[in-house]
Each structure stands twice: as C-alpha cells, then as structure tokens.
C-alpha cells in the first residue's frame, strides 16, 4: 500500500509581472532594406561547394 502524498502549491510571486518587452513592437521604418555588412573581407571569401569544402573537418579530409 502506498502512501498518497500531497503536493504542494506556491503562488508565483511574478503576478504582476510587466511581460511588454515579450512581445514585438512595430518595426522601424528602413530596417527592411538596411544592408549590415558583417565581415569587410568577405568579397574574396570561398562560395558555393568550395566554402563547404573549406569548412569540413580535417578528419573529413
């Protein structure tokens, strides 16, 4: 026979949590066609197969 145990219950003291930030807000005006360059020497960078090629681990070699 097995004891039937209670559990117990807390109240989450984050009720009145403020959740805006959670959710999105408008997005600004020009961000859609904003270019971000992320690395200035990426004109000469591998593409294609040869960039994967580049990028296989050397026990893949």
Do not use: C, N
Not at 15 to 22: M, P
Not at 29 to 52: C, H, K, M, T
Request: hydrophobic share 25%; no cysteine; aromatic share 8%.
């Amino acid at each position: 026979m097995t004891k039937k145990r209670r559990r117990a219950f807390r109240a989450s003291p984050a009720q009145d949590y403020d959740r805006t930030a959670d959710t999105p807000g408008p997005t600004p005006v020009g961000d859609q066609v904003r270019e971000v360059i992320l690395d200035p020497e990426q004109d000469d960078a591998p593409s294609g197969e040869e960039f994967w090629l580049e990028q296989r681990p050397p026990h893949y070699h």
